[in-house]
């Protein structure tokens, strides 16, 4: 894929460290976070590669502050979605058709995520598994409060299904970039959510 160079312009430090984070992520989800490094954000953002130094010393500096916007952006949707008052299957509903709704329109944000799940040799499997460990907490929240009010399945084991919801959202995510129709993502949705609901009885 062929990066599209943005014009030299001078900017207040705040604006440049933005551009450059946008590029990067831009870059990651293009050579993925193993892969990507200072020269080529320079090259997206018509800078130097001194001047990506000057705000992300060491790629450890730039790998952080990527993973830092996904991770951001995945606490903030989830908690947007599971902290709303209501049922558990509006919550969950709401959340995959953002998730959904980001694949097709915030695609980077998504591949970033994508690409960091499989990372399990690299340093920043630990980090993954923190994330992973809060949105499965968050989502069995949810889940539990589903079944005190009736709503989901009584022999739920709430973690458990937690983890199928959060796993479903790789299958969405890989529907939407395999260039699926939203009939065919919908459904999946549906039939996801609607499995947690009626789920056989289950450890906890």
């Known amino acids: 894929m062929t990066q599209r160079q943005l014009p030299r312009t001078r900017l207040a430090p705040a604006a440049r460290r933005a551009q450059l984070l946008d590029c990067a992520l831009q870059v990651f989800a293009e050579h993925g976070v ?3 490094t200072h020269s080529q954000v320079a090259a997206r953002a018509g800078v130097s590669m001194s001047a990506v130094h000057v705000y992300f010393r060491a790629r ?3 790998v952080d502050a990527v993973l830092g916007q ?3 952006y995945l606490l903030e949707i989830s908690g947007a979605a599971l902290g709303e008052e209501g049922p558990a299957r509006d919550a969950l509903l709401a959340l995959a058709r953002r998730f959904a ?3 097709r329109e915030r695609p980077a944000l998504i591949r ?3 690409d960091w799940s499989t990372g399990v040799r690299d340093g920043v499997w630990p980090r993954y598994l923190a994330l992973l460990e809060e949105l499965h907490a968050r989502t069995a929240a949810v889940l539990r409060a589903g079944q005190a009010a009736g709503g989901v ?3 739920l084991g709430a973690l458990t299904g937690a983890r199928l919801f959060i796993g ?3 299958t969405v995510a890989l529907m939407q ?3 699926a129709d939203a009939e065919a993502v919908e459904a999946f949705i549906m039939k996801l959510v609607d499995s947690l609901a009626s789920a056989a009885p289950g450890p906890v």
């Open 177 to 179: 970039f395999a260039g």
């Open 168 to 170: 479903g959202g790789h």
């Open 70 to 72: 996904v991770e951001a």
């Open 101 to 103: 709704a980001d694949a």
């Open 153 to 155: 399945a009584a022999g």
């Open 34 to 36: 193993a892969r990507a």
């Open 60 to 62: 450890e500096d730039l």
């Open 112 to 114: 970033v995520w994508l």
